[in-house]
């Protein structure tokens, strides 16, 4: 043999031994890839974990629900308070308990009818408590000249917890 067949043939042989080693190479990759999935006892211990950590946290996050309603309502009474202020000042007087908290946000048509009412009003619009009902209005209040309230949670007047009265004068 001539150098020149000697060197092809030492080339052949080491083209077979990187294919020999690719393909060990390839065959381990997969054996690697097979042994990186999830068991199913893996993924149930996730779950698990999962369910106990769930167990823990949703019931802090529902009781900071209510929380938020009563600041909420507290907030919502301040700045309807704040309104009920200014209308007085231009007024003289706050509007009637059958005026309502209507006449923040349109003008009152029944008496005594103000004669300096502000053209766009005191609020763009009434809200709703943070459970869905009218805030109520008396005036003259039991506790103060004038008393913005609600029922609370359940609706109804009186309560403990999250059912009591939410009013003006908690403020």
Same mark, same amino acid.
């Given at each position: 043999?001539?150098?020149h ?5 030492? =080339? ?5 031994? *990187?294919?020999?080693?690719n393909? !060990? ?8 890839? *097979? !042994?990186?999935?999830?068991t ?7 779950? @698990? ?10 019931? *802090?996050?529902m009781? *900071? /629900? =209510?929380?938020?309603r @009563?600041?909420?309502? #507290?907030?919502?009474?301040? /700045?309807m308070?704040g309104?009920? #202020? ?7 007087r ?7 908290l &209507?006449?923040l946000? /349109?003008?009152? /048509? !029944? ?24 805030? &109520? ?6 506790k !103060? ?9 359940d609706? &109804?007047?009186?309560g403990a917890?999250? =059912? ?8």
């Amino acid at each position: 043999m001539n150098n020149h067949s000697t060197l092809l043939c030492q =080339d052949a042989d080491s083209i077979c031994d *990187r294919a020999i080693k690719n393909r !060990s190479n390839q065959s381990n990759w997969l054996s690697t890839v *097979r !042994s990186q999935g999830f068991t199913l006892i893996e993924i149930m211990i996730v779950l @698990v974990i999962m369910g106990i950590l769930a167990g823990l946290v949703v019931p *802090r996050l529902m009781g *900071r /629900t =209510d929380d938020a309603r @009563v600041t909420q309502a #507290k907030s919502d009474i301040s /700045t309807m308070m704040g309104a009920l #202020k200014i209308y007085k000042l231009d007024n003289l007087r706050y509007p009637t308990t059958e005026q309502g908290l &209507q006449a923040l946000v /349109t003008k009152p /048509t !029944s008496g005594p009818i103000p004669n300096n009412w502000k053209g766009d009003g005191y609020i763009s619009k009434l809200p709703k408590d943070p459970w869905g009902n009218p805030y &109520q209005y008396m005036s003259p209040g039991l506790k !103060s000249e004038v008393e913005i309230f609600t029922y609370g949670q359940d609706g &109804q007047a009186g309560g403990a917890g999250y =059912d009591a009265d939410i009013g003006s004068w908690d403020l």
